[in-house]
């Protein structure tokens, strides 16, 4: 079986598929990806550069469509000197929010397409306009949302097969289209993401060691930005800290990276904006910036924590929540959908209110207070439903497959 990939920054979601599928015997796979793609395995992958940049002064609604185009074209011209090279998958797979699968019928008509359905914009019930300290209010910001979508829907009309990684994401999307979605996440690998007891992080050029037992709060926000809740976590911090002399925080994130949803002032970052907020009543010794970490030492990281914090708007589910319950993490998490579906309070992990600093101090510190295996049953419950629901090699990967190898036998 041939089969296609295209991702603006491949292998992006479809990293341990494209992976898979390449390492199956009888499967030949091939790449399509934006500049910042990278190399996978012995994948073939082509990168595409845009022809040009969105149009200066173009109505804000359709922006993010015309960007959608110029991605779709470039991608287009791409598979079509694969296909003068002679070819022809039987399948393609692409993320429906990027604009690759756009105009690839136009080239191979017969191939069957799998588009990935990450999110579904709207002016309510979702991200936008859910925290009215940082998101503008109003109808120009609802139909700005809305407008987002022409290309996802676009690229779901003619997909064969729809994926979605939950159910609250696929809940996004109009009825028409959520009919057609298929709910299968990506997975995790349980085997290696697990309990360490005898886990240590060293921090290079620190000097410190931080080991499991510790009374380490840990915290995952990639790009340090208000979706992810870094307002609320850093307002949190100074309850902690008092209440707990002992502990340390680490945190996982560059404030460099582009954000989700609506951009810092000009000139500054988020972390900047709401670290000035708190940064009087902070230790910042006990506070630990670590950056992006490689896979081997994320992996330490989730193993050394003693209680792991994770917020986000109802917006798409982080690897790092299920990554963190399969290291059986005790997670204190936003009440938040879809968090809501993954944690059952006081079972496998404790949930509050997003917008609560205080319940979250409160949380934390009443968590840290009590030994580590006060929350045995808690911890053991967070790994037993990744296990059972999320695990990479036993569940969510052979769904996958199973589900294209039968669509391209039909």
Not at 11 to 19: D, K, R, T, W, Y
Not at 89 to 108: N, Q, R, S, T, Y
Not at 238 to 265: C, F, H, M, T
Request: with cysteine; hydrophobic share 45%; charged share 20%.
């Amino acid at each position: 079986m041939n089969v296609l990939f295209l991702h603006n920054e491949f292998p992006g979601q479809f990293v341990h598929l494209a992976s898979h599928l390449a390492k199956r015997r009888g499967h030949n796979v091939v790449a399509i990806g934006g500049p910042r793609s990278h190399q996978l395995d012995a994948i073939d992958l082509r990168q595409y550069e845009l022809s040009r940049g969105t149009t200066s002064g173009i109505l804000p609604y359709v922006e993010t469509y015309e960007l959608e185009c110029l991605h779709g074209e470039a991608a287009a011209v791409a598979a079509a000197e694969l296909a003068a090279e002679g070819f022809r998958p039987d399948v393609i797979v692409g993320h429906a929010g990027w604009g690759e699968l756009l105009f690839l019928k136009e080239i191979w008509p017969e191939a069957k397409t799998v588009a990935y359905a990450e999110y579904y914009y709207r002016g309510r019930g979702g991200d936008v306009s859910y925290d009215p300290e940082i998101d503008e209010q109003g109808l120009a910001n609802m139909i700005f949302a809305r407008a987002k979508n022409a290309g996802v829907a676009m690229c779901m009309a003619e997909a064969d097969l729809i994926v979605a990684p939950t159910a609250w994401q696929r809940s996004c999307f109009p009825q028409g289209l959520r009919s057609r979605i298929v709910v299968v996440h990506d997975g995790v690998d349980t085997a290696s993401i697990r309990p360490c007891p005898e886990a240590q992080l060293q921090i290079s050029g620190g000097g410190k060691v931080f080991r499991a037992g510790e009374e380490i709060v840990t915290y995952v926000n990639r790009a340090l930005e208000p979706i992810r809740g870094i307002h609320v976590f850093l307002r949190a911090l100074p309850r902690i800290l008092e209440a707990r002399p002992s502990a340390q925080v680490l945190i996982v994130g560059s404030e460099n990276d582009r954000p989700y949803g609506k951009w810092p002032p000009q000139g500054t970052t988020w972390k900047h904006v709401f670290l000035r907020e708190v940064q009087h009543r902070l230790d910042s010794r006990r506070i630990n910036w670590l950056g992006l970490l490689d896979r081997d030492a994320f992996n330490v990281f989730l193993a050394v924590s003693r209680v792991h914090v994770y917020l986000t708007y109802p917006f798409v589910l982080s690897w790092s929540l299920i990554e963190a319950l399969s290291a059986g993490c005790l997670v204190v998490a936003s009440a938040t959908p879809p968090v809501a579906e993954i944690i059952d309070h006081g079972r496998n992990g404790l949930l509050v209110d997003f917008f609560d600093h205080e319940a979250l101090a409160d949380t934390v510190i009443e968590a840290l207070s009590q030994p580590k295996s006060a929350f045995a049953g808690v911890r053991r419950a967070a790994r037993e439903t990744v296990i059972t629901n999320y695990d990479r090699d036993t569940i969510c990967l052979p769904r996958l497959v199973d589900l294209i190898e039968s669509l391209v036998a039909t």
